[in-house]
């Protein structure tokens, strides 16, 4: 077992922190939730910063702070019934709440930037402009406003046919979002929000410095390595797609124990203990049960490869969408439109 206050679990926690210490963080942690507001907090960021408007937001104000947010993270480790308390006072079913209500929770409790007020909502004669996702201020003084978005896209481009990487390539598993239009609502409303004169008069006078905090993953059709486009941080979560005609061959190659990950389940790479393996092992199965299992559904599905480490303990190799065969067809008629 690694030494979770060793050097590489604290360097897991500096701004700009790599995948190696995010994994090598995230495998002494036990509890999913923690392990996922850790994610939220560590994981690298979607995109690079988009000047004038888009800087980066970064939950810690220093090292120090860094530090002692992976202190905190293992004391909560170890009794995170407050944070499961507050995570079940609400049914929730999206993942972008999910994550909300993660990042929350550390801006009331932990060792950085404190909450000013969530979900703020901005009217004007009645009518709703928009929602500011959090409101911030530093231990150093400084007043953000934070957008969060944690976003799934597969790429759906053809990276042989383009002469250039495009954000539009990016779409959502139901064909129902795009990463270039997203990117643009971020730019041009969500993060200006703050800035506007109605907000002044809901009692969070600015200035306030807009940031935006985008996690999450990108998925690439099996094989294939497009390169990315300007916006992109090179080092953002990747997965992979296949479709379901090419399950079986990519399944075989590549794991023996597969599970679906239901949506609650698509921030941090997941761990199950020896007992908690156990007592979910139905949920483990091969490459034709899971083809089996998933041959009904219309869209997309997220599945997740699996090894045993050699002592009863189940963790993920990699994760990726199993997608119906015309999906792709499909998708690329989207990011055109």
Not at 98 to 112: D, I, K, M
Not at 160 to 187: E, I, M, S, T
Not at 293 to 318: C, I, K, R, W, Y
Request: negative net charge; contains cysteine.
């Amino acid at each position: 077992m690694t030494d979770a206050s060793g050097p590489a679990a604290r360097l897991a926690a500096a701004p700009g922190t790599s995948a190696v210490a995010l994994e090598t963080l995230l495998d002494t942690l036990r509890d999913p939730a923690v392990r996922d507001l850790a994610w939220v907090l560590l994981s690298a960021n979607l995109l690079r910063a988009q000047p004038p408007v888009g800087a980066l937001a970064s939950p810690f104000g220093s090292q120090q702070e860094a530090a002692a947010t992976v202190d905190w993270l293992r004391a909560l480790d170890a009794d995170p019934a407050g944070l499961h308390s507050d995570l079940t006072a609400t049914r929730m079913t999206r993942l972008g709440r999910y994550a909300e209500r993660l990042l929350g929770w550390f801006l009331q409790n932990g060792p950085a930037a404190r909450l000013v007020a969530a979900g703020v909502p901005l009217r004007r004669a009645g009518v709703t402009l928009g929602e500011c996702d959090f409101l911030v201020q530093t231990q150093q003084g400084a007043r953000l406003h934070w957008e969060l978005a944690v976003k799934c896209y597969l790429h759906a481009g053809e990276s042989h046919a383009q002469p250039a990487a495009q954000l539009a390539d990016y779409v959502g598993p139901n064909l129902k979002d795009r990463f270039d239009l997203k990117l643009a609502h971020l730019l041009n409303h969500q993060l200006p929000l703050s800035a506007r004169d109605e907000f002044a008069s809901i009692g969070y006078a600015g200035p306030w410095t807009p940031q935006m905090f985008i996690k999450g993953w990108l998925f690439y059709r099996a094989g294939e390595t497009p390169a990315d486009p300007a916006e992109l941080d090179p080092s953002h979560g990747r997965g992979w797609w296949v479709t379901r005609k090419d399950w079986p061959d990519f399944a075989a190659a590549h794991a023996h124990m597969w599970r679906v990950l239901p949506r609650l389940e698509w921030l941090a790479p997941r761990r199950y203990g020896k007992e908690e393996a156990e007592a979910a092992g139905f949920a483990f199965v091969d490459q034709q049960t899971l083809a089996e299992q998933t041959s009904h559904q219309h869209g997309p599905t997220m599945v997740a490869a699996f090894a045993n480490d050699g002592v009863g303990n189940l963790a993920e190799l990699s994760r990726g969408f199993i997608v119906p065969d015309d999906w792709s067809e499909q998708a690329q008629i989207y990011a055109r439109q």
